[in-house]
């Protein structure tokens, strides 16, 4: 823990608070790097930008991702017909590499010979066909439902895990009230599985704010097209390590924004933990 997580966390905050020329270290320059960072162009605007692509990201995903995710672990739950085959299905994309996810989801949505467009092609909808990753509109869009078919095995995990855990005497006993799923799921099942979806919404905002691996391989370092993937994480490994067009590493501001994204994340995470917890005496 010393040597591969509190010495880089310390080094890095460290970093930030000097003037770096590439590997050189330059003079102590307090929190000027922070301030560029948050209030100075080029950086400013490039990190609004970045910090509201995550934003959408956490949101997109809370709702798509774990939404989808709660329903599958139900339907599992309740055995529905293979249920065995579909357990095994819904988790078998997050044993893969994400780099081999980025790259299998980059050809099915190539604009040309990619699986999406052609079975667009096939149906009779050659007018939803498009470059996926290719516009602005729809690029950000395109990630975040790779990744959350990438990852929606695990939070089905989860909550499933924790549905099995609840006792069967009460769930017979609210059949016996009411036939409704949607009432046993809202009154029964969501209440007692409200501490599996606190680890789940907890890791799900870390991630959105750490994401990085899907967006670079799928689109590139510079968060094309225009900007519209770009997000934090990429945005600090393009300071840090410099760009593909300049190539200047900037260890300075590089170092500052990781070090803000940390007490960011922290902060919320644990103020989201307090408050999830809370809601589950509530509940």
């Known amino acids: 823990m010393i040597l591969f997580v509190a010495y880089p966390i310390v080094s890095a905050l460290a970093y930030a608070f000097y003037d770096w020329n590439g590997l050189a270290r330059g003079e ?71 780099v081999i996810v980025g790259y299998l989801w980059k050809l099915f949505l190539n604009p040309l010979f990619g699986i999406v467009n052609q079975t667009l092609k096939m149906v009779g909808l050659s007018a939803w066909a498009q470059p996926w990753l290719g516009q602005a509109d729809t690029a ?34 609210a059949r016996m009230e009411t036939e409704s799923e949607w009432v046993k799921i809202r009154r029964i099942i969501w209440p007692l599985v409200a501490p599996a979806a606190t680890i789940v919404f907890v890791l799900q905002f870390i991630g959105s704010f750490n994401w990085f691996e899907l967006p670079y391989v799928m689109e590139d370092l510079l968060g094309s097209p225009y900007g519209n993937t770009d997000v934090l994480a ?19 501001h590089g170092s500052a924004l990781a070090a803000l994204v940390f007490i960011f994340i922290t902060v919320f995470a644990t103020a989201m933990t307090l408050f999830l917890r809370r809601r589950e005496i509530e509940l």
């Open 234 to 252: 990429l945005y600090f490994y393009r300071l840090a390590f410099g760009s593909p067009s300049t190539g200047v590493a900037d260890f300075g």
């Open 140 to 173: 950000l869009g395109s990630l975040i439902l790779v990744n959350a078919w990438h990852w929606v095995g695990f939070p089905t995990l989860i909550f499933l895990a924790a549905m099995q855990r609840i006792p069967s005497e009460l769930y017979d006993a």
């Open 28 to 98: 102590f320059v307090g929190f000027q790097n922070f301030t560029d960072v948050l209030f100075r162009e080029p950086y400013q605007s490039t990190v609004r930008n970045a910090f509201i692509n995550n934003v959408i990201v956490f949101f997109t995903l809370m709702f798509v991702q774990n939404g989808a995710a709660f329903f599958l672990a139900y339907a599992l739950w309740r055995e529905f017909p293979l249920a065995r085959f579909h357990r095994i299905a819904v988790f078998l994309p997050v044993v893969l590499s994400t």
